[in-house]
């Protein structure tokens, strides 16, 4: 473990909470229970209350708390799901974590123009999640909303989800790579001639620097927030298409972390423990940072927004064994 100074260095035991509340269901979210919620920390005296979609923002752009900046969820009449689920976590003794997903398909629909493009001008969807372009508007737009959650609410740390980005051909990518390297932006297939490897590293720059963006907004308001994004290192992703430097991105945070289920696989199976060992040694050996591995029942094989409740229901409440 890292020996520098902070309570985020020491072993400690966070619980994080996943709501997936499709707008089309009439009853989801409007029963929720923040003091119900945190009964499990209190139980296991938990450090931390770390959440995830349901709380600030989702991956279809749902807020779950009042805002005038992005869209919020149908159901929510007036109520403040993040300010309720803080208050009821800061009352066990808990740090409270807020949550943000950088893909945001309510934004997508309304922006064409900031959504990722490939080079023949398509801008695909994956699993319904919009993609966008961080060297769009967008990047200021996500700026703002997360400087207005640092300012209202004060997390003690951040988790950040779903910041990777495909080779990008659109109009503000074109535009800043003739500006900042003088060339057009190759295309074809990508093979290991110097045109590519200059494209790669441009790519990996940007995202950097709209992390750098983030953290330093949420630094500048609250300076002890603990950072951390899902660096989705070692997953049957390809690097060369994400655009991800994961060595720039943790030297960026206070914690690495990530679902350590490579597969979207049994996250919980003993037949696949041994990975969140293997994943946890890496981690500290790119980034020298103490390691968060995320363990639970995760529900992404599809869409949810998509699925029939009582489907939404079975697979939030089984087991696997």
Not at 61 to 79: K, M, V
Not at 92 to 108: E, N, P, R
Not at 145 to 162: C, F, N, Q, S, V
């Amino acid at each position: 473990m890292n020996n520098k100074k902070g309570w985020h260095n020491q072993f400690i035991k966070a619980v994080g909470v996943n709501i997936w509340a499709p707008e089309w269901y009439h009853d989801s979210i409007r029963n929720f229970d923040a003091d119900k919620l945190t009964e499990l920390l209190a139980n296991i005296n938990a450090d931390a209350g770390i959440t995830f979609q349901g709380f600030s923002q989702d991956h279809f752009g749902a807020s779950f708390f009042p805002t005038e900046l992005g869209h919020t969820h149908c159901n929510l009449n007036g109520r403040d799901h993040l300010a309720m689920y803080q208050k009821a976590v800061k009352a066990i003794g808990a740090k409270f974590f807020a949550y943000y997903s950088y893909q945001d398909k309510s934004v997508w629909d309304r922006n064409p123009d900031w959504r990722v493009k490939n080079s023949n001008g398509e801008t695909p969807l994956d699993d319904n999640f919009g993609m966008l372009c961080p060297n769009s508007p967008y990047r200021e737009h996500l700026v703002m909303r997360i400087t207005e959650i640092a300012e209202k609410y004060k997390p003690d740390g951040w988790l950040m989800d779903t910041m990777s980005v495909p080779f990008c051909y659109c109009d503000y990518c074109r535009r800043k790579y003739r500006m900042t390297v003088g060339r057009a932006l190759p295309t074809g297939e990508p093979d290991c001639g110097e045109g590519w490897f200059r494209f790669k590293r441009w790519r990996y720059d940007c995202l950097t620097e709209m992390y750098s963006n983030i953290v330093t907004a949420i630094k500048r308001i609250t300076p002890d927030s603990v950072m951390m994004h899902n660096a989705f290192m070692l997953w049957n992703y390809d690097e060369w298409k994400t655009g991800e430097d994961h060595e720039a991105m943790m030297a960026l945070d206070d914690v690495t972390t990530n679902i350590y289920a490579c597969d979207y696989g049994a996250a919980r199976s003993p037949d696949t423990l041994w990975k969140a060992g293997y994943y946890t040694r890496v981690f500290r050996g790119v980034s020298d940072k103490p390691v968060w591995m995320q363990f639970g029942r995760f529900m992404y094989n599809r869409d949810y927004t998509s699925l029939p409740e009582q489907e939404i229901a079975m697979t939030a409440f089984s087991e696997r064994v």
